[in-house]
């Protein structure tokens, strides 16, 4: 498996599908790398040689934000909102949802699993 900026990509795919297992990089911008550095789209990434891998490597470091440069910079985004205590950095804090979506009924994924709080007892009529 040939190695890109620290992380593994798939042997038998495509170049072009197999660079987007890097974070910050989908079709698109594979396809632009791939063309950029004259490699064929459609050749599996084993195929590739270490000149290519590196001139790849040198390529992503150089040009674009991805991989662990992407999620440092995410992580600093987030702490920036938190610290400011911006109404998204307390949703952060908090562990709710951030862009608006309701959360009476679900929600689930960034509230966790359900936590049952023992209800009122009835009343009992006379």
Do not use: W
């Amino acid at each position: 498996m040939p190695r890109v900026l620290g992380v593994d990509i798939p042997n038998d795919k495509p170049t072009f599908i197999s660079l987007t297992y890097l974070l910050g990089v989908g079709r698109v911008r594979s396809i632009e790398i791939c063309r950029s550095l004259g490699l064929d789209l459609r050749r599996k990434a084993r195929d590739l040689s270490e000149d290519d891998i590196q001139r790849l490597n040198s390529l992503l470091d150089s040009k674009y934000v991805v991989e662990g440069q992407l999620r440092r910079q995410t992580l600093e985004n987030i702490n920036r909102l938190k610290s400011i205590q911006s109404y998204r950095g307390i949703r952060h804090r908090k562990g709710l949802p951030v862009r608006g979506q309701n959360t009476q009924s679900n929600a689930r994924t960034r509230k966790g699993v359900k936590k049952t709080v023992a209800g009122k007892k009835g009343v009992k009529d006379r």
